[in-house]
T-cell receptor, first 114, second 111 residues
Framework: EAGVTQFPSHSVIEKGQTVTLRCDPISGHDNLYWYRRVMGKEIKFLLHFVKESKQDESGMPNNRFLAERTGGTYSTLKVQPAELEDSGVYFC????????????FGPGTRLTVT | GNSVTQMEGPVTLSEEAFLTINCTYTATGYPSLFWYVQYPGEGLQLLLKATKADDKGSNKGFEATYRKETTSFHLEKGSVQVSDSAVYFCALQTGANNLFFGTGTRLTVIP
């Protein structure tokens, strides 16, 4: 069984540009989460999808971030326009049950905004 | 609110040394507690968990006990190996489904 995959593994963009991160969850997992780790700090929750619906987006930092999950399969996280403080590692996770003990994480996308 | 405070690193140990990584938490309600590990180049993996007070989670020689009275979930291993070198994250989960993480502790084990 394939794990959670994320693309790209690393992205370097200039301030003001747009970047789209992609996450493919484990097949059959209805729950998909986005997290972010900025500059070696704690990993922070961004949002949670149940199938194609946003269950909780309380962690989204501002309206420059847009997450979608069309069809309830893969998800994208777009940052537009990117700012320097958006640099960090973006993790995606998926789980099968709504109140699951284990979330399966992808390897992360390292975003560098210069 | 919910938060996790864990021991800052980096931690460098010799092979076969005893490991403790401290973790304390603040939470509303009764959280489940986790340790995740990130090996170089990989995603986070669940190492162990405990869902209620006094539970002990264990895996791969690592242990952590859910201490409600001290709001702690310290990670321990009696004899570390070079292959244990990784970043360790303490985390909690309450009624909401998202996880709250600590800042991570980088462990390096030298031969």
């Amino acid at each position: 069984e394939a794990g959670v995959t994320q693309f790209p593994s690393h992205s370097v963009i200039e301030k003001g540009q747009t970047v789209t991160l992609r996450c493919d969850p484990i097949s059959g997992h209805d729950n998909l989460y986005w997290y972010r780790r900025v500059m070696g700090k704690e990993i922070k929750f961004l949002l949670h999808f149940v199938k194609e619906s946003k269950q909780d987006e309380s962690g989204m930092p501002n309206n420059r971030f847009l997450a979608e999950r069309t069809g309830g399969t893969y998800s994208t996280l777009k940052v537009q326009p990117a700012e320097l403080e958006d640099s960090g590692v973006y993790f995606c996770a998926s789980s099968q049950e709504l109140r699951s003990d284990e979330q399966y994480f992808g390897p992360g996308t390292r975003l560098t905004v210069t | 609110g919910n938060s996790v405070t864990q021991m800052e690193g980096p931690v460098t140990l010799s092979e076969e040394a005893f490991l403790t990584i401290n973790c304390t938490y603040t939470a509303t309600g009764y959280p489940s507690l986790f340790w995740y590990v990130q090996y170089p180049g990989e995603g986070l993996q669940l190492l162990l968990k405990a869902t209620k007070a006094d539970d002990k989670g264990s895996n791969k020689g690592f242990e952590a006990t859910y201490r409600k009275e001290t709001t702690s979930f310290h990670l321990e291993k009696g004899s570390v190996q070079v292959s244990d070198s990784a970043v360790y994250f303490c985390a909690l989960q309450t009624g909401a489904n998202n996880l709250f993480f600590g800042t991570g502790t980088r462990l390096t084990v030298i031969p």
